[in-house]
Nanobody, 123 residues
């Protein structure tokens, strides 16, 4: 019974930055790992970044390393993905993901999904 709502998507130019956020509500467990996946048009959903409940541990897809940063505000129950140096290939629907095992990169392991926020990066 967890609800996830994303916000912050939009249209930007290559090289720009954008921040997307996820607000969680409902019965979120203290041990929940949360993260972000994305799905480009015509392609499957792919892992982007994840963060532990404490916010101390994170891991990223290779495509995101050095450019994206995931963070967590436990008090506000939000997860944020800061995206810098955006590329056209980053264009996708970005989904907030909740309650999955830390270390997993598989969409099938995710129990809760947001409805997504669209990020479009123009050349």
């Amino acid at each position: 019974q967890v609800q996830l709502v994303e916000s912050g998507g939009g249209l930007v130019q290559a090289g720009d930055s954008l921040r997307v956020s996820c607000a969680a509500s409902g019965r979120t467990f203290s041990g929940d790992t949360m993260g972000w996946f994305r799905q480009p048009l015509g392609k499957g959903r792919e892992f982007v970044a994840a963060i532990s409940w404490t916010g101390f541990s994170t891991y990223y897809a290779d495509s995101a390393k050095g450019r994206f940063t995931i963070s967590r505000d436990i008090a506000k129950n939000t997860v944020t993905l800061q995206m810098n140096s955006l590329k056209p290939e980053d264009t996708a629907m970005y989904y907030c993901a909740g309650q999955f095992t830390y270390g997993s990169r598989s969409p099938s392991s995710v129990r809760y999904w947001g409805k997504g926020t669209l990020v479009t990066v123009s050349s």
